[in-house]
C-alpha cells in the first residue's frame, strides 16, 4: 500500500499501530493541513459509507474518530503559527443534540494558530448556554458546528434564540449536513446579524479574517 492509503487505512481499521511513523513520513511530503484534509479525510468519509451501509457499528467509529484525533493532535504543532497577536475572539460550539466535535476543534486549532482567542464550549451545546457564553465572553463571533441533518434545524432555532436574545453577532456555521444555499435562505433570514457558511475549517479561516479586515 501507498503512504496514503495506510494512512486512510488506519482511520478505516481504527487502528494506530505504526500511525505516527506514517504520520513523520507524511510530514516530509506534505503540509499537515493537507494530510487531513486528504487521506485522513478519505479514511472518515469511507467510515461514513461502511456505516450508512452497517457495515461498521458505532463503537468502530468511535475507533476511527479516535485515530482521527490522535492524527490531529500529532499534526497541530507542526502546523504554522501566523501571528501571536490576537486579531479576535470567537465562541465556538457543537449545537444541541449533536456529539460530532473533530471538525470543530481542526476549527479550533486553525482559528487559534492563526491569531483569534477562541472559546470552546464544546458538544451539544444549547442555545441557552451559547447566548450566556456571548454575554460573559463578548466575541467577536460565534461558530456553530453541526453534522447530523437535525444539527443544520438546530442552527435555525438557535439563530431564532439568539436574535431573541439582542445578539447580532456574525455567526460562522460548517458541518457536514449543511450547505450554503440552507444557510442563506433557512439561518440567514431568522437573524440579524450576518450568517457565513463555511465548507471546512480553512475556509472558515478565510471568512473569519475577511470579516476582520
Ligand atoms: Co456520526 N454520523 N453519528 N459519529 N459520523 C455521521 C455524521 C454520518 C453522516 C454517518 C453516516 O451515516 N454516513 C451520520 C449522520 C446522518 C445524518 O444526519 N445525515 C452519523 C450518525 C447517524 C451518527 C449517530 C446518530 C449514530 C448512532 O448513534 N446511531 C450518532 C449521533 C450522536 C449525536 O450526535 N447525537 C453518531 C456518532 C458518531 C461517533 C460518536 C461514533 C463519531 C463522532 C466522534 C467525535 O466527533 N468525537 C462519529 C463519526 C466519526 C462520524 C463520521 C464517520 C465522521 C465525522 C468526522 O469526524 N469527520 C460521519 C460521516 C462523515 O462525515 N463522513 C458521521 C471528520 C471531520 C474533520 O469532518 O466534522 O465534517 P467534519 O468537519 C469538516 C467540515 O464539515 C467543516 O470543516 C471540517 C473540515 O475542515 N466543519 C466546519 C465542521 N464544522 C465546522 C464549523 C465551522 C467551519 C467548518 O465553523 C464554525
Same mark, same amino acid.
Given at each position: 500500500?501507498?503512504?496514503?492509503?495506510?494512512l486512510a487505512g488506519y482511520v478505516v481499521e481504527g487502528s494506530k499501530d505504526g500511525l505516527i511513523p506514517d504520520?513523520?513520513?507524511?510530514?516530509?511530503?506534505?503540509?499537515?493541513?493537507?494530510?487531513?484534509?486528504?487521506?485522513?479525510?478519505?479514511?472518515?468519509?469511507?467510515?461514513?459509507?461502511?456505516?450508512?451501509?452497517?457495515?461498521?457499528?458505532?463503537?468502530?467509529?468511535?475507533?476511527?474518530?479516535?485515530?482521527?484525533?490522535?492524527?490531529?493532535?500529532?499534526?497541530?504543532?507542526?502546523?504554522?503559527?501566523?501571528?501571536?497577536?490576537?486579531?479576535?475572539?470567537?465562541?465556538?460550539?457543537?449545537?444541541?443534540?449533536?456529539?460530532?466535535?473533530?471538525?470543530?476543534?481542526?476549527?479550533?486549532?486553525i482559528l487559534s494558530n492563526n491569531g483569534y482567542q477562541v472559546v470552546n464550549l464544546g458538544i451539544k451545546v444549547p442555545p441557552e448556554q451559547l447566548i450566556e457564553a456571548c454575554r460573559r465572553? @463578548?466575541?467577536?463571533?460565534?461558530? *456553530?458546528?453541526? +453534522?447530523?441533518?437535525?444539527? &443544520?434545524?438546530?442552527?435555525?432555532? =438557535?439563530? %431564532?434564540?439568539? @436574535?431573541?436574545?439582542?445578539?447580532? *453577532?456574525?455567526? +460562522?456555521?460548517?458541518?457536514? &449536513?449543511?450547505?450554503?444555499?440552507? =444557510?442563506? %435562505?433557512?439561518?440567514?433570514?431568522?437573524?440579524?446579524? *450576518?450568517?457565513?457558511?463555511?465548507?471546512?475549517?480553512?475556509?472558515?479561516?478565510?471568512?473569519?479574517?475577511?470579516?476582520?479586515?
Open positions: 500500500l501507498s503512504l496514503e492509503e495506510r504520520l513523520e513520513k507524511a510530514l516530509e511530503k506534505y503540509q499537515p493541513l493537507e494530510i487531513i484534509n486528504g487521506p485522513l479525510m478519505e479514511g472518515m468519509d469511507e467510515v461514513g459509507r461502511l456505516f450508512n451501509d452497517n457495515q461498521l457499528i458505532v463503537a468502530e467509529v468511535l475507533q476511527s474518530a479516535e485515530v482521527m484525533k490522535a492524527s490531529v493532535a500529532f499534526l497541530e504543532p507542526y502546523m504554522d503559527q501566523a501571528s501571536t497577536e490576537t486579531k479576535g475572539k470567537v465562541v465556538l460550539a457543537t449545537v444541541k443534540g449533536d456529539v460530532h466535535d473533530i471538525g470543530k476543534n481542526l476549527v479550533e486549532i465572553e @463578548k466575541p467577536d463571533m460565534v461558530g *456553530l458546528s453541526g +453534522l447530523l441533518v437535525k444539527s &443544520a434545524q438546530q442552527m435555525v432555532l =438557535t439563530a %431564532q434564540d439568539m @436574535k431573541e436574545a439582542d445578539l447580532d *453577532l456574525p455567526i +460562522l456555521v460548517g458541518g457536514a &449536513a449543511l450547505t450554503r444555499k440552507f =444557510t442563506d %435562505q433557512r439561518i440567514a433570514p431568522q437573524y440579524d446579524g *450576518l450568517v457565513l457558511y463555511a465548507k471546512d475549517a480553512m475556509n472558515g479561516l478565510e471568512l473569519v479574517n475577511r470579516l476582520k479586515d
